[in-house]
């Protein structure tokens, strides 16, 4: 069983520009959950998407978006980069939407936006 | 939504010493999570525990979901279990996390 995966692991930008980051969800999961998590802080919950629909989003700015594809795999985008932006980005993907299931998280990209 | 404190913030032990570590949620919950996060950055999953107790080796966790909050106990700890755990909960789609304890287990 492959559990989820995360790329690019490390990747610096300049503010004002466009980045991609891509996860692979669990074997036999269809949901996927991107947390921000800033230096020192908790992750932060930025959206869950479910069979290719946003299911859920946390208070994060439109220039943040995603997607999810047939095989339950996603992106995140996030456009104009901003100083603050520099974070872990985290992944998670659970069997199912439904809350009583068990998010496993994969080992992040971190971003640095100078 | 969902308010998550953990506490201590940070917590120093000795090699072979026990720890206690709490979360306090401010409403009911359908999920609540502990982790244990790496010096990497990866998030370990260490229980799935709305409610009742579990055990794993050395770490037991018990959420008493009535009075919202959860505990997490590591027994003669290790220097491998240093790091950060986070506890999470959540009643709809997502998981709201606490600050973390910050554990350091000196030899």
């Known amino acids: 069983e492959t559990g989820v995966t995360q790329s690019p692991t490390h990747l610096i930008k300049t503010r004002g520009q466009q980045v991609t980051l891509r996860c692979s969800s669990q074997s036999g999961h269809n949901t996927v959950s991107w947390y921000q998590q800033a230096l020192g802080q908790g992750p932060q919950f930025i959206f869950q998407y479910y069979r290719e629909e946003e299911n859920g989003r946390g208070n994060f700015p439109p220039r943040f978006s995603g997607l999810q594809f047939p095989n339950y795999s996603s992106e995140l985008n996030v456009n104009a980069l901003e100083l603050d932006d520099s974070a872990l980005y985290l992944c998670a993907s659970s069997l199912t939407h439904r809350q009583k299931e068990t998010q496993y998280f994969g080992p992040g990209t971190r971003l640095l936006v100078l | 939504g969902i308010q998550v404190e953990q506490s201590p913030p940070d917590l120093i032990l000795q090699e072979g010493a026990n720890s206690t570590l709490r979360c306090n949620f401010s409403?009911?919950?359908?999920?609540l999570q502990w982790f244990h996060q790496n010096p990497w950055g990866q998030l370990i999953n260490l229980f799935y525990?709305?409610?009742g107790t579990k055990q794993n080796g050395r770490l037991s966790a018990t959420t008493v979901a009535t009075e919202r909050y959860s505990l997490l106990y590591i027994s003669s700890s290790q220097t491998t279990d240093s790091g950060v755990y986070f506890c999470?909960?959540?009643?709809?789609?997502?998981?709201?996390f606490g600050k973390g304890t910050l554990l350091t287990v000196n030899p």
């Open positions: 525990i709305p409610s």
């Open positions: 999470a909960a959540g009643s709809n789609y997502k998981l709201t």
């Open positions: 409403d009911s919950v359908n999920n």
